[in-house]
Each structure stands twice: as C-alpha cells, then as structure tokens.
C-alpha cells in the first residue's frame, strides 16, 4: 500500500519534471533550471528510495545474518551526491549571469507551464499527506511534507522570475537560482550526516536508551542483581540491543534463560524493530 503511494508519487514527479524542463527549455530562465533540477534530485531520490527499500527489507541470509537494513543508508548517501552535483550545476549557470544578466524571452508560455507543474505537484503533496494519515505511515507524511516544500520553493521562484519580468531586473534570475542551490545543498549535507550516523554504528537516542532502561528496571523482578555494559547500535529499521546480566551464580541454566527471554520479549514488544542479545553472569561479575 505505502509501496503504491510511492509509485505514484515517482510517475507525477516525472511530469511535473518533465514541465519543468519544458519551462526552461521555453525561458532560459537560470532559476527555472535550478526548479527543474530540484526535481529530478527528487525523481532520483524517490527511485533510490524504493530500491533501498526493497533491499533493506530482504531477511538476512547465510552472508548477511544481520539482515540487509544498512541499504537504506547507502542510498541516502548516494542522494547526497547527487545533490551536490546539482548544486555545483546551478552554481555553474547562474554565476556568470550575475555579473552579466540576461534578459529572458517566452516568459508567458514559460511560467503558465511552470505554474501547471507547481499544481500537480501541490495536488500530489495532498495525496501523500492523506494517505499517509489514513495509513499512518510517517514516511508518506514525510514525502508529502517534502513535495509541499518543493510546491512553495516553485512558486517562491514563479514569483521571483514574474517580478524579474516586470521591473527587468533581470538579476534576480541567477539570484533565485542560487538560493534554490543553497537549499539543495542544507538538505543535502543533513542527509548524508544522517546516513553516516548509522553507517558508523551510532547508537540508540539517549530517549530510547532511557526507555530501554525503564523497561529492563521494570522487567528485572527477583532473580536478576544488575546490567551492565549495554550497548546498542542502529541499521535502518532495524536496532541492535546488547548487554551484561548479572544473576545469583546459583541460578539454573534453565532459570536464567528463562529470565533472559522475559527480557527479550518484553523489550521487542515494546520497541518493534529492536534485537536483544543478553550475556549471563555470575554476582562474581557484578560492577556496582
Ligand atoms: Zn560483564
Ligand atoms: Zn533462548
């Protein structure tokens, strides 16, 4: 269902892409462009996106017993190349028109085509926004947020380039242009900052490390004297969950096991997505 929604999300991108570049093929607006290169990171990205997606969900197997979440963040970091790359595009074109501005031409078919595309794509980000409460799936919300952003970064640009054609200051071109790069680029360095984060292990928010801990406190009961050594590790959807349990050294096999998959339970019903491996030891061990 939410694999639809993207679908459908990644073939109206395509048109509203395909106006776009039409738009600045009409104008040679430079600010056009960048719109127009927004969206194709965008087309590229929602493509990743569900490539990722599929991937990451494939259970492990016998070379990945951990399981393949970590695809998500590779894709996330391929985005941000991309993103990069567009930017340095933009940068490319609208530099040289700041110091030499260009009049624009066909501005009339130019901005009605843009104007359309700004539609679609604000019937879209209501779409996704529906959807994604009705499925209550934050990554469709998200999306939906993402295209109502892309919606009034356009018409930020419509205007922009309307006002251009009005006054003739025709610099406000390249201007628009640029700022359009800046915010490719913040977006672009939060992305990959993100994905690094989970690429290099980063561990549980300190939210939910307190949340695990409240579960363990509340769980533990007789038996068990301390846990120590916790350690947990994010992958995608997925999260990793270790640590020390110290028990009476009189404790069975069978009892401690017993206590261990209480543990488990409790935590994984409570935290979807979370793993748990428990190492048992004897009060010998204790820290405190
Ligand atoms: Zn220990
Ligand atoms: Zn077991």
Known sequence: MAERAAWTS?????????????????????????DA??????????????????FAHRPPDATHPFGHTKAEYLSAVLE????VLAAFFIAKEALPRLLSPIPLEG????????????????????HLLAQGKRLRSPALTADGYHVLSDVLTSLG???????????????????????????????????????LGGLLDEGLSPEEVARIQAIL????????????????????????????LVVPGSLSVAEA????????????????????????????????
């Open 157 to 195: 640009v419509l205007l922009g380039v309307g006002l251009a054609w009005a006054t003739g200051l025709w610099v406000l071109d390249p201007l628009l242009a640029l700022l359009v790069a800046g915010n490719i680029l913040l977006m672009g360095f939060r992305l990959v900052r993100e994905s």
């Open 217 to 244: 406190a509340r769980e533990l009961g007789e038996g068990a004297l301390e846990v120590h050594d916790l350690k947990t590790r994010k992958a995608g959807h997925r999260a990793f969950l270790e640590f020390h």
């Open 10 to 34: 990644l073939l109206v991108a395509l048109v509203v892409l395909g106006l776009k570049a039409l738009a600045y093929r009409l104008t040679g607006s430079v600010a056009l462009l960048s």
């Open 80 to 83: 941000g190349v991309l993103v």
């Open 37 to 54: 290169l927004e969206s194709t990171v965008n087309v590229a990205a929602a493509l990743l996106a569900l490539l990722a997606i599929r």
């Open 257 to 288: 096991h017993a206590l261990c998959d209480r543990l488990e339970r409790a935590l994984e019903a409570e935290m979807p997505g979370l793993s748990v491996t428990i190492h048992v030891e004897p009060e010998s061990e204790r820290q405190a």
């Open 107 to 126: 501005l009339g078919p130019g901005l009605f085509v843009s104007l359309l595309a700004s539609g679609l794509n604000g019937l879209l980000a209501f």
